[in-house]
C-alpha cells in the first residue's frame, strides 16, 4: 500500500510560472522526502524534510510540512522545460519496526511547456 | 561518484520463463533496496537488504521471486516462472544506514512479458 497520495496527478504549466504539487500521507512519519523521475530513469532525491521542521528551501525549490494536516507541498518556482518530470513524495514512518521503509505515493506527471 | 548500476536495461521474455536482474549499488551504501514501479505509479518495495541480511522482504511474492545479495555488495533479482502482470521497471537503489539518508536509484531495467 502507498503511504503517500500527491496532488495534482498532472499538472501543466508554461516556463516561467511555478509549480505547486501537494502530498498527504496517513501515519506519524520520521520524515518526507521529495523525488523526482524523468521519464525513462530513475528517481532522483530533491529534498528531505524532518518531521520537527516546517520549510525548506533548495535552489528554485520550496517544500512546507504540516504534521497536524499530515500534508507536505512542493512549489517549483519559476519553472523550465528540463522541469517536466513526475514528482514523487515519500515517507519515513515513525514506527521503528518500519525503519527504512520509504513508501511512495503515486506521484504528479508535471508539464513544462515552452 | 558513480551512480546506482543496473542491467539490463530492457528486457523481453514470454511468460514461464526465468529472469534476472542484477544491481550494483553505491560503494559505501550499505543498504540496498528493489522497488518495482507498474506505469503510472510509484515505486514499490520489494525487498530491502542491510549488508548481505535481507530485513524487510514482507512484499516479494516469494512463491516466485528471489533475491541475493552476496559478500553485501551486488545483488540479483530473480523471477521464476515470469507471468505477465510482472511486467514492470525493476529499480535497485541504496543508500546509507540511516533513516534520514536519501536513495541514490538505478535507472532501472523495464521487463515485458509476453
Known amino acids: 500500500s502507498q503511504q503517500g497520495e500527491e496532488d495534482p496527478q498532472a499538472l501543466s504549466i508554461q516556463e516561467g510560472e511555478n509549480a505547486t504539487m501537494n502530498c498527504s500521507y496517513k501515519?506519524?512519519?520520521?520524515?518526507l522526502q521529495w523525488y523526482r523521475q524523468n521519464s525513462g530513469r530513475g528517481l532522483v532525491h530533491l529534498i528531505l524534510?524532518?518531521?520537527?521542521?516546517r520549510e525548506k528551501h533548495s535552489g528554485r525549490l520550496r517544500v512546507t510540512l504540516d504534521t497536524s494536516k499530515k500534508s507536505s507541498s512542493l512549489l517549483i518556482t519559476a519553472s523550465r522545460a528540463a522541469d517536466t518530470a513526475s514528482y514523487f513524495c515519500?515517507?519515513?514512518?515513525?514506527?521503528?519496526?518500519?525503519?527504512?521503509?520509504?513508501?511512495f505515493g503515486a506521484g504528479t506527471q508535471v508539464v513544462v511547456t515552452p | 561518484e558513480a551512480g546506482v548500476v543496473q542491467s539490463p536495461r530492457y528486457k523481453i521474455i514470454e511468460k514461464k520463463q526465468p529472469v534476472a536482474f542484477w544491481c550494483n549499488p553505491i560503494?559505501?551504501?550499505?543498504?540496498l533496496y528493489w522497488y518495482r514501479q507498474n506505469l503510472g505509479q510509484g515505486p514499490e518495495l520489494l525487498i530491502r537488504?542491510?549488508?548481505?541480511?535481507?530485513?524487510?522482504d514482507s512484499q516479494l511474492p516469494k512463491d516466485r521471486f528471489s533475491a541475493e545479495r552476496l559478500k553485501g555488495v551486488d545483488s540479483t533479482l530473480k523471477i521464476q516462472p515470469a507471468e505477465l502482470g510482472d511486467s514492470a521497471v525493476y529499480l535497485c537503489?541504496?543508500?546509507?544506514?540511516?533513516?534520514?539518508?536519501?536513495?541514490?536509484f538505478g535507472n532501472g531495467t523495464r521487463l515485458t512479458v509476453t
Open positions: 524534510i524532518r518531521s520537527n521542521e
Open positions: 515519500a515517507t519515513v514512518k515513525r514506527k521503528t519496526d518500519s525503519w527504512g521503509k520509504l513508501q
Open positions: 537488504y542491510e549488508n548481505e541480511e535481507a530485513v524487510d
Open positions: 501515519t506519524s512519519i520520521n520524515n
Open positions: 560503494s559505501g551504501h550499505n543498504t
Open positions: 537503489a541504496s543508500s546509507l544506514q540511516s533513516m534520514n539518508s536519501p536513495l541514490h
